[in-house]
């Protein structure tokens, strides 16, 4: 079993920031592809920031120079500080962990979604 646990979201107004969490445990050998997706009530989910496990890193355009994603390999977790934000930002984000199992089988995993308001 793979767990994703994220945390930090909240209300916060424009023009403030947030930092979100998400910690991956269980049964891993190693960690590929980390990122980040969001969707707002009515649309798809979308990409917003992916780090790989040599730190290359690609956001969509709608966050660029606002948002940053990082990873601390030694504990499994991948963080999106997000800075400058906009009432458009406001959505549910979701974690996502490209995973090669114990059992050497690699799975994609969801975790279970944190919401952002951003609002006056």
């Known amino acids: 079993q793979v767990q994703l646990v994220e945390s930090g979201g909240g209300l916060v107004q424009p023009g403030g920031s947030l930092r979100l969490s998400c910690a991956v445990s269980g049964s891993i050998l190693s960690i590929n592809d980390m990122g980040w997706y969001r969707q707002a009530p009515g649309k798809e989910r979308d990409m917003v920031a992916v780090?790989?496990?040599?730190?290359?890193?690609n956001y969509a355009d709608s966050v660029k120079g606002r948002f940053t994603i990082s990873r601390d390999n030694a504990k499994n977790t991948v963080y999106l500080q997000m800075n400058s934000l906009k009432p458009e930002d406001t959505a549910v984000y979701y974690c996502?962990?490209?995973?090669?199992?114990?059992?050497?089988?690699?799975?994609?995993?969801w975790g279970q979604g944190t919401q952002v308001t951003v609002s006056s």
């Open positions: 996502n962990a490209d995973v090669l199992t114990r059992w050497y089988s690699n799975i994609r995993y």
């Open positions: 780090i790989t496990s040599g730190g290359s890193t």
